[in-house]
C-alpha cells in the first residue's frame, strides 16, 4: 500500500490572472503569494514561459518573486514540492 499526501496548494495574490501590466512604467511585475502544504516546504519553482527557476519563500510559505516581462503574453506557472 502506498499512501500519497496531498499536494500542496499555491495561492497567488499577484499578479490576478488575466491581469494587463503597464510596461510604459516598468517590464517587472512582482509575483507574490503562499503555499499550504501540511509537509514542510522544500522548493518552490516559478515557471515563465516554459523557463522554470527556484524561487526564494519564507518559512510560512509566502513568496514575492520579481520577474520581467518579455513577451506580449507572458505566462507564469507555479510548482511547489
Known amino acids: 500500500m502506498v499512501l500519497a499526501s496531498p499536494a ?3 495561492d497567488l ?3 490576478a490572472a488575466g491581469s494587463v501590466a503597464d510596461l510604459t512604467r516598468s517590464p517587472m511585475i512582482t509575483v507574490r ?3 499550504r502544504s501540511r509537509h514542510p516546504l522544500k ?3 516559478l515557471i515563465q514561459n516554459d523557463a522554470p527557476r527556484s ?3 519564507r518559512p510560512d510559505g509566502s513568496f514575492e518573486q520579481r520577474a520581467v516581462i518579455v513577451t506580449e503574453e507572458d505566462i ?3 510548482e511547489a514540492v
Open 13 to 15: 495574490a499577484s499578479p
Open 8 to 10: 500542496p496548494t499555491i
Open 76 to 78: 507564469f506557472t507555479m
Open 43 to 45: 522548493q518552490l519553482t
Open 55 to 57: 524561487i526564494r519563500f
Open 33 to 35: 503569494g503562499k503555499v
